[in-house]
């Protein structure tokens, strides 16, 4: 690895880390860095998702304010990320690396078509949180299957996980956007880690890129919990869908 590519990877990492914390879509630009590089698909994703853990981390603590109080609905909904989170992962395993290769561009694709969509999703969610009422501390009864299915997607690829999981969490959940952010950050954190985990002991890590985003993606998380909602949201996007459309290429062509 080239001094070029390792700084390369290192800012990735910060920007993942910034966008996971604010937005979640991270993986969008981590994961089509470690493509251009030469890293293997499913190495890449692997090695990614345990590099992004200790960011994810960051970002959680950096909103801890935001958290007090939400001990029970955590440990409520915590369990769903768990068993979704292992089950994605499990997936990737047992899966072919010919079906990631064939699955992850429609992922990619998916993840992109939902950071263009984020601001009418978060409006949306805005006008639902002033119409409802009437919702217990948890939600409602259908986002613990909902958080389940977007950890099994986390396991697996992840890429703009934390747009689903605000768009549940700020439609069924009876709290504010900031404090719902929070709770998005565990859950990713939860997704993330049990991932990184199972892919640890069960698949083949590089750990220089694991270490490199760490690195990068722990710094970022600061930088989002600190200064990411200053951050201008379309510029933001812009580069994560170009740089979803490169990826999609690279797998394609």
Avoid at 44 to 64: D, E, H, M, Q
Wanted: aromatic residues 8%; hydrophobic residues 55%; proline residues 5%.
């Amino acid at each position: 690895m080239t001094l070029f590519e390792a700084l390369a990877i290192t800012l990735a990492g910060v920007a993942a880390g910034t966008i996971n914390t604010v937005v979640g879509s991270g993986t969008l630009i981590t994961f089509p860095t470690l493509l251009a590089f030469g890293v293997p698909p499913v190495t890449a994703n692997v090695s990614n998702t345990v590099g992004l853990v200790p960011g994810t981390l960051s970002g959680t603590i950096g909103y801890r304010r935001e958290l007090e109080g939400q001990r029970s609905r955590l440990l409520r909904l915590g369990p769903a990320s768990l068993v979704g989170g292992i089950a994605g992962a499990l997936l990737l395993l047992v899966l072919p690396e010919e079906a990631f290769s064939a699955i992850v561009p429609a992922l990619i694709v998916l993840g992109c078509i939902l950071v263009v969509f984020q601001p009418r999703v978060s409006a949306w969610v805005a006008r639902r949180h002033d119409a409802r009422g009437g919702l217990p501390d948890h939600g409602a009864w259908w986002v613990w299957p909902l958080v389940f299915l977007t950890g099994v997607y986390g396991g697996y690829f992840g890429a703009a996980q934390g747009v689903l999981l605000m768009a549940i969490l700020g439609i069924g959940v009876p709290d504010s956007l900031q404090r719902s952010n929070a709770t998005k950050n565990v859950l990713a954190l939860i997704v993330n880690g049990v991932a990184a985990v199972l892919f640890i002991v069960m698949a083949h890590v590089d750990w220089t890129v694991a270490g490199l985003i760490a690195l990068g993606s722990v710094v970022g998380g600061q930088i989002g919990a600190t200064w990411g909602r200053r951050l201008p949201a379309a510029g933001l996007r812009a580069v994560i869908v170009v740089v979803g459309i490169v990826a999609v290429v690279s797998f394609l062509v």
